[in-house]
């Protein structure tokens, strides 16, 4: 980990059941070559997924690395032929711990990161400057039913979290969303921009009110009979 590290790990679930779990890492590609020698062999992405690739349900394991936005990335996917089964029992990948669970037809996805889960070390930690790192995790399946992540569609949910939390500062981060494989149909608003429309809405409905008062006293002024003294 560095302050010029960027994460994405993407656990995507077909309506079969299948999938693939996706980890890239990107580093800033003048600084590349230094991370590479300072990386622990622990800290490797093969290694950490090392007792995952054993499992019978994995079908392939495609690794890559590419440049792209001026960061150099590490990439390993790993394809499952049946992502429940795989992680029905919890899965330790590092520090994080991940699992999924079915109750009549809706699957929950949890994941929680604790530092203390792993025999992982890191160098230097406390010494590290994480400001600039990121970590994103995106799952990604037919529909999403509930989450504690952001809803970008019906069928996606994903979850920013801050390295320093997790690393330096100790903390527990836990992440769920319940899913079905059944595609989506209808209209949906994701939550990130649900709550704008509802403000828009509010002031839409304020102004036109604001309106049809001023029209009402205006149209009642203008009749108003004249009153004659004699």
């Known amino acids: 980990m560095s302050g010029c590290a960027s ?20 580093v800033e590609s003048e600084f590349y070559p230094q991370y590479q020698e300072s990386l622990p062999d622990s ?18 394991v495609i690794q890559d690395q590419y440049e792209a ?24 990948i590092g520090p994080v711990l991940m699992s999924i669970d079915e109750n009549d037809g809706i699957y929950t996805f949890s994941q929680l990161i604790d530092l ?6 890191f160098p230097g930690l406390n010494l590290l400057d994480l400001s600039t790192a990121s970590y994103t995790i995106q799952l990604i399946t037919p529909q999403i ?18 390295p320093s939390d997790v ?21 949906f608003i994701p939550w990130d921009l649900f709550f704008p429309y509802v403000v828009v809405g509010f002031l839409a409905l304020g102004g036109l009110a604001i309106l049809i008062v001023i ?15 004699f």
């Open 116 to 121: 203390n889960l792993s025999n992982v070390t």
């Open 167 to 187: 690393l330096q500062a100790g903390e527990s981060i836990y992440l769920e969303a319940d899913y079905v494989l059944e595609p989506y149909e209808g209209t």
């Open 7 to 26: 994460v994405l790990q993407t656990l995507t679930i077909r309506e079969d059941g299948s999938g693939f779990l996706r980890i890239n890492v990107g």
């Open 215 to 229: 029209i009402v006293n205006t149209t009642g002024k203008g009749e108003k009979p004249k009153a004659y003294k």
């Open 43 to 60: 800290l490797a992405l093969d290694n950490l997924l090392a007792t995952l690739f054993q499992d019978e349900n994995v079908t392939d």
């Open 69 to 92: 936005e001026g960061r150099t990335w590490d990439s390993i996917q790993v394809e499952m032929a049946d992502v429940l089964v795989i992680f029905a029992e919890e899965r330790r």
């Open 145 to 162: 039913v509930d989450t504690n992540g952001v809803q970008r569609t019906a069928g996606t949910s994903s979850w920013t979290i801050s």
